[in-house]
């Protein structure tokens, strides 16, 4: 059974972690390894791969349930664990790995984060502490095409979350790197671009600034502030190098070939290692590492052949890796380039030889840029054209200049040579100054790409093919009718009757989306927070990516849950209407009588009078959207004394066939006259599930399904879809029903809201 063969065999059995929906049965398990290791037994060769296949996908599954157990075992009540920790921000927020759980050694690879108080003594990373704690199962905002918390947090294993209520200091000694580090971001301080020397050489992105983040990421550089296979991969090579060099001091007898490329690995381990064996770094190690294997046992294999091997370590030394998309863009830029250049080789002509490098650099480029967008659209919803002039000078600046004056500051740093070392910090700093410079410059040519031409990403790869298979001359009907085909969103299409509201997952707050012919409006904005909002993070790229272009947005009042995302959805769409109680400048009113049309449904205000003297909760605008047949009220924030004061003229306008909880579902609002006069027969609640007030309240719950509305949430949910057509409707939970995962599930206990 060759090497290569059984690469493949792995990729393909870890692979299904992606899509599983759930994990199987103990017992299931126990049936595949028997499966596997009979099958693996026997003389037939395709038998022997089916069986491997199986182990190696138990060997993925068990992974997974490795990685799942705690958070079912370890979060029922108290638990008094040993921890190390691994990163603080020097207050309240720590991050460490359980080292034993009641004085039993915990053998599983399991990452905490603690928040909210503060430890007795002075802490940094590599100390031990003996602490009492009340954990958390991870749970994350969830909505499609939205990024995901939880499948992210299980790649990294950071799967619990909590407070301690004791902790005792057993180790008080900081690891080597946590002392390093400390000295090495006290040296930088002084340094403008500091933040980002720490980002390139230690891996320490929390510093960045959210501006300079920002402005990568909109010029295709952003990859360039990781700790990337190519830092790593360049630092071992300078180490081959200096390596190979001493080697010609050494009489003939004791130079030996393999003593440099070793060098080199164990250089890179080491700089893993400073970086905190992050999982890129690590991920790199262990790509070398095969590498290093293959060139020592003299294997010459074909650039494919040597890809899937270094996957398939990979994934074997950790199956969840498959969940990493930082393992996917590294992963598929480099097939992208063995494709490239195989495929499509760029010409040898003899009149450019004096700039073949650049032609070189431009070449590459411009396969990165086309045959790394269905990635690039699928996780970020777009992709940068100016990348391709940004990478062609920041590529080689960054590699060549700014990272190997960045590794001798490292070094110099632990030596006594304080003049040195400041020059060289003082020259990183000013590559890095003309770097950021030059970047500004450029225009933004960030391109963002809706759901609709997702498919459309892969057609270089399509044409590659095609061209060097000359399907054009082979196969012309099929070409005719794939070009037809991608013409498919610009087709007209006929109108549709049905509309369906969109309950999104923003947490502890309020945003949904009324859609109705491609055209959008909203009610209320989600939450903000220092330095952000839902609007920036979920909304607008929600919005974008469903191809919706809201007219306006109806707020039901101005606490920062339901309001906090309004500035940025205006700054993205100016010409957006608002409409509101507030009786603000520029704000169109939403008082009780109001009534208007929109996209053929009828839009009414129930509440509040426009004289009334309250503010706050009980001043939410409440509005019912009616088809004529089927409806949605949207009651805000409003509590039990406008319920009443609402039902006690209007009650029978307020009938409905789905409501929105009010007040996340609080106790002190969904009064029994509401539920009972709305006759409803959906209840959408809008939270978050480790909320301070503990909403939804259970005595709510009960109230709706008593009076027989189906309850759904968004904690347990996600993003909640209701679509109405004539006489019925339906809906859609992108927890269970749109993007049923075995990592989007709800762990722990079943009715734990915090």
């Known amino acids: 059974m060759g090497i290569p063969a059984l690469s493949i065999c792995a990729i393909l059995a870890i692979t299904p972690l992606l899509w599983l929906p759930e994990l199987p049965s103990r017992h299931l398990v126990w049936i595949m390894i028997v499966g596997g290791v009979v099958l693996a037994a026997r003389r037939n060769v395709q038998l022997k791969y089916v069986g491997m296949g199986v182990l190696f996908c138990v060997w993925g599954i068990l992974a997974a349930q490795e990685s799942v157990w705690p958070m079912a075992h370890l979060t029922a009540g108290a638990v008094r664990a040993e921890v190390e920790i691994t990163a603080t921000d020097g207050r309240t927020l720590l991050q460490g ?21 503060d430890l007795p003594q002075n802490v940094c990373a590599g100390q031990r502490w ?38 005792e200091r057993v180790d008080g000694r900081c690891s080597l790197r946590a002392q390093y580090l400390m000295s090495l971001r006290n040296r930088l301080s002084a340094y403008q671009w500091g933040a980002v020397i720490l980002g390139l050489g230690m891996g320490e992105r929390l510093d960045v600034p959210r501006e300079i983040k920002d402005l990568m990421r909109e010029t295709g550089t952003l990859h360039l502030m990781a700790i990337s296979g190519l830092h790593i991969a360049l630092a071992a090579s300078i180490v081959w190098l200096l390596a190979r060099g001493f080697q010609f001091l050494l009489p003939a007898h004791r130079i030996h070939w393999q003593i440099p490329l070793l060098a080199g690995l164990a250089f890179a381990a080491f700089y893993a290692w400073l970086t905190g064996l992050q999982p890129p770094a690590m991920r790199t190690v262990i790509a070398l590492a095969v590498l290093a294997t293959l060139r020592i046992t003299a294997r010459q294999w074909s650039p494919w052949q040597v890809w ?12 969840l890796a498959v969940l990493s998309q930082s393992l996917a863009l590294s992963g598929f830029a480099v097939a992208a380039l063995i494709f490239w250049f195989q495929w499509l080789p760029l010409p040898h002509w003899h009149r450019v030889r004096r700039i073949r490098p650049l032609l070189n650099l431009v070449y590459l480029q411009v396969g990165m840029l086309l045959l790394l967008m269905p990635l690039q659209v699928l996780i970020f919803h777009g992709f940068s054209l100016s990348s391709l002039i940004a990478n062609l000078f920041a590529v080689p600046l960054v590699t060549f200049v700014s990272v190997p004056l960045i590794l001798l500051g490292m070094l110099l740093h632990l030596l006594p040579l304080a003049a040195v070392e400041s020059a060289v910090w003082f020259a990183a700093d000013k590559s890095l100054a003309g770097l950021f410079w030059l970047l500004m410059r450029l225009p933004d040519g960030w391109q963002n790409v809706d759901q609709r031409w997702q498919y459309l990403s892969l057609l270089p790869w399509l044409a590659i093919a095609g061209w060097r298979f000359r ?53 209320d904005t989600g939450l903000a927070w220092p330095g952000g909002d839902s609007a920036q993070r979920l909304i607008i790229p929600w919005l974008r990516w469903h191809h919706l272009r809201p007219e306006g947005v109806i707020l039901s009042h101005d606490h920062l849950d339901h309001a906090g995302g309004l500035a940025s959805l205006k700054k993205a769409w100016p010409e957006m209407w608002i409409r509101s109680p507030l009786r603000q400048a520029g704000h169109r009113p939403c008082f009780r009588g109001q009534r208007w049309q929109w996209q053929g449904l009828t839009i009414t205000v129930h509440w509040p009078p426009e004289n009334y003297p309250s503010q706050g909760n009980n001043a939410s605008c409440v509005v019912k959207v009616d088809d004529g047949e089927q409806s949605v009220l949207l009651t805000g924030d409003i509590e039990a004394l406008a319920e009443q004061a609402m039902l006690s003229h209007y009650w029978r306008h307020l009938r409905t066939t789905l409501i929105q909880v009010p007040h996340h579902g609080s106790n002190t609002s969904s009064s029994l006259p509401l539920v009972q006069r709305a006759e409803g027969q959906i209840a959408l609640d809008s939270a978050a599930r480790y909320n301070a007030w503990h909403f939804p309240s259970a005595k709510v719950v009960r109230r709706y399904r008593k009076e027989g509305y189906l309850w759904h949430d968004t904690p347990h949910s996600g993003q909640i879809s209701v679509t109405f057509s004539q006489h019925h409707w339906q809906i859609r939970r992108l927890r269970e029903q749109i993007l049923p995962r075995w990592y989007h599930q709800w762990f722990g206990a079943p009715v734990d809201n915090g």
């Open 308 to 319: 899937f091997c270094c996957i398939a370590a990979i994934l074997l030394s950790d199956p």
């Open 97 to 117: 790995n359980i080292l034993s759980v009641d004085g039993q050694r915990w053998w599983a690879s399991t990452g905490v984060t603690l928040y909210g108080n």
């Open 471 to 523: 399907a054009w001359k082979i196969v012309p009907a099929v070409c005719l009718a794939g070009s037809v085909l991608l013409t498919y969103p610009l087709w007209q299409t006929t109108k549709s009757d049905s509309w369906t509201l969109h309950m999104l997952d923003v947490g502890q707050g309020l945003a949904m989306v009324i859609e109705r012919q491609g055209k959008a409006i909203l009610y």
């Open 130 to 167: 003996a602490m009492t704690l009340r954990l958390r199962p991870v749970h994350g905002e969830l909505n499609d095409g939205g990024y995901d918390a939880q499948r992210s947090a299980l790649a990294q294993h950071q799967t619990l979350s909590g407070r301690f209520t004791h902790a």
